[in-house]
């Protein structure tokens, strides 16, 4: 299981594909042990600034983030990888899917340690630099996580291409799970949050209703503000 | 034909991937790290033992505490103590923040290696590192009793650390072309990581140059917010500005 990891780290598309081939319930749960451990560590150091508390909150989070929206695009990512031909079954689909969420998270599992370290050296809540310690921690981890989310597809990416064997295919097929998975992810990270905590804020596990608004009202009154 | 000279042998490339001598001491290990780093890398791949391992992270450890003595000569009184437990201190904190990234971006580079021997070789170029600040170890200790500049000596040993820094992340840059690394810019960039993590470990304990009342400081700063208010006080001081 080790070396499957370090396989997908690597980028061996070949190996990797070779595993997809017998999907099997060991690489599955694999797979989703490695999501739950490596972005619950790293979820603890997205909350650590605003409360110890909110460290464990998001601990909890993260991983429930991915993994909803991992689920909630199961279906229709398995159908568009068959429709755009990919090669992919259902479940080929979601191994594939669930083995770049696991890459990301043993990459942020990696860089947990550092991003502890700067929470530890940020100005502190409550202390005449608070605003530049919230700014440096939310820069920090929007660059990290980013950095992390575009190894795991240029992984995915590598392996769509062995799979379909064709490039455009493969180009093809990422954009189409990515604009699904960033649509809903957006979304559910919006009815999940907080996930680093607002100064301004109370220390919650989900804010108040967290169900009414949504992500994209919210993006479009804020460049309404802005502009208007 | 007769009066052509004799062809200059080959001197052996440093990188050059192959196994330590048989009967290997801490002066082989020294003079390997020094003259034939490939080496050091072949035995932590190839012929892995924990004692090479932990031998490049005491000799580590050891070379920055010795020149953690000179660094605190500079004020002398409990900085010739304080200075060498802080700088081992962080660099040991330095390598345990940052193993575990070098381990993912190795992966990430293509090289298919174990966790044991990529934590050799941030041991050995932390070695490597070291070995070179015990050698300008006599060139900052002159220029320590010849001022009472901190900022003077604090630029100074950073500089000194800095080469040492660049020898020792030639190692890790070896590493990846040596263990058929596909790409060695993730590499690069973890390097880029661990001066800034080194940079800020050095302000997170000061101060290590000057003298203070405490331990360790009580107010959290950034390197560069701690090193522009650093030179601003300097400057206000040497103008005459009042505060």
Known sequence: MFDDFKASLRGDAEEIASRLRTPSIRLFAGYCGVILLGSAVYGSTLGIWRAPLQSLYTAIKFPLLIFFTCAGNAAVNGMLAQLLGSGLTFKQTSLAILMSFAIAAIILAGFSPITFFIWYNAPPLGSTNEILGHSTMLLSHVAVIAFAGVMANQRLFGLLGKISGQKAIARTVLFSWLAGNLFLGAQLAWNLRPFIGSPALSVQFLRDDPLRGNFYEAVWRALQHLFL | ?243
């Open chain 2, 1 to 243: 034909m007769q009066n052509q000279p004799p062809p200059i042998p080959s001197k052996p490339d440093q990188f050059v991937f192959e196994p330590m001598p048989e009967r290997s001491s801490v002066v082989f290990v020294i003079e390997a790290l020094l003259k034939y780093p490939g080496r050091v890398i072949h035995e932590l791949q190839n012929n892995w033992r924990a004692a090479l391992a932990f031998w490049l992270f005491i000799l580590g450890l050891f070379g920055m505490t010795v020149y953690g003595v000179v660094v605190g000569s500079l004020t002398g009184g409990d900085q010739m103590w304080i200075a060498p437990a802080k700088i081992a201190i962080g660099t040991t904190l330095s390598i345990l923040i940052c193993l575990p990234s070098l381990y993912v971006f190795s992966c990430l580079g293509g090289i298919d290696t174990r966790l044991r021997t990529v934590s050799g070789v941030l041991f050995a170029a932390v070695a490597l590192a070291s070995l070179l600040l015990i050698g300008f170890a006599p060139v900052a200790w002159i220029f320590s009793q010849s001022t009472d500049s901190v900022a003077f000596m604090a630029a100074l040993h950073l500089g000194l650390w800095g080469i040492g820094m660049m020898f020792g992340l030639r190692l890790i840059d070896a590493m990846g072309r040596l263990l058929s690394g596909s790409s060695r810019t993730h590499l690069k960039l973890w390097g880029f990581i661990f001066v800034a993590v080194c940079l800020q470990m050095m302000t997170t304990l000061r101060p290590i140059v000057g003298r203070s009342d405490h331990f360790l400081p009580s107010e959290k700063e950034f390197f560069l917010a701690h090193w522009f208010e650093t030179i601003t006080a300097r400057e206000t001081k040497r103008i005459g500005v009042p505060n």
